[in-house]
């Protein structure tokens, strides 16, 4: 089973629109949780980190469920600025490395 | 601050020949760490480093090596280049461990071509 794991996608949404994205992770010891937004040929930026309580900031809703072992991240009046690459993020067992996932892209067209 | 910085930016190496990618922060961060990123693939970790003098393998070290003699500088060492090493490299810096929700910022990247 792959460490972190996420739909690639792409979505493609209009602007406006609300899009979810979903993600699963193996290890059950990970504590830290983050997405991160990667756009083309750029370098990952820390979009959110993920408590367990959930967090909002703006626009951007993440979600993790321990017990499923899953993470979401909500966006909600998609802009076109938003087109990206999204990366799921989780610690590794020993805390001292990120595991990354593959990425879901969005394109948000007018 | 200039962050994390990365050079080169682009190179192309023949099949067999020996390079270091640069890579310096000026956050005084503790942690640095270096990834490769190949098409449509995530992030994978080649080594990290803890500290100055203090180094780990990843998840795929081989055929990479790393040193890390002061706390601003993590250059990575690519011996006898193969094809498979064609990728885009990404450099990363943080001021604690990554299993206590301390943000990783990355350099530019470098992007190597080995033919």
């Known amino acids: 089973r792959k460490e972190v794991e996420q739909d690639p996608g792409p979505f493609n949404v209009p602007e406006g629109a609300t899009v979810a994205f979903n993600c699963t992770y193996s290890n059950s010891a990970s504590q830290s949780f983050f997405w991160y937004r990667q756009d083309c040929r750029k370098e990952p930026k820390l979009l959110m980190s993920?408590?367990?309580s959930g967090n909002e900031d703006g626009r951007f809703t993440a979600q993790l469920n321990r017990a499923s072992q899953y993470i979401s991240l909500l966006i909600r009046d998609s802009k076109l600025s938003d087109s990206a690459t999204y990366l799921c993020?989780?610690?590794?067992?020993?805390?001292?490395?990120?595991?990354f996932g593959k990425g879901t892209t969005l394109s948000v067209s007018s | 601050n200039a962050g994390v910085t990365q050079t080169p930016k682009f190179r192309i190496l023949k099949i067999g020949q020996s390079m270091t990618l640069q890579c310096a922060q000026d956050?005084?961060?503790?942690?640095m760490y270096w990834y490769r990123q190949d098409p449509g693939m995530g992030l994978k970790l080649i080594y990290y480093?803890?500290?100055?003098?203090?180094?780990d393998k990843g998840e795929v070290p081989n055929g990479y090596n790393v040193s890390r003699s002061t706390t601003e500088d993590f250059p990575l060492r690519l011996e006898l280049a193969a094809p498979s090493q064609t990728s885009v490299y990404f450099c990363a810096s943080s001021y604690g461990p990554s299993g206590t929700f301390y943000e990783q910022y990355f350099g530019p990247g470098t992007r190597l071509t080995v033919t």
């Open positions: 993020v989780a610690d590794n067992q020993a805390g001292t490395a990120l595991i």
């Open positions: 480093s803890v500290g100055a003098g203090i180094t």
């Open positions: 956050m005084n961060h503790n942690y």
């Open positions: 993920v408590y367990s």
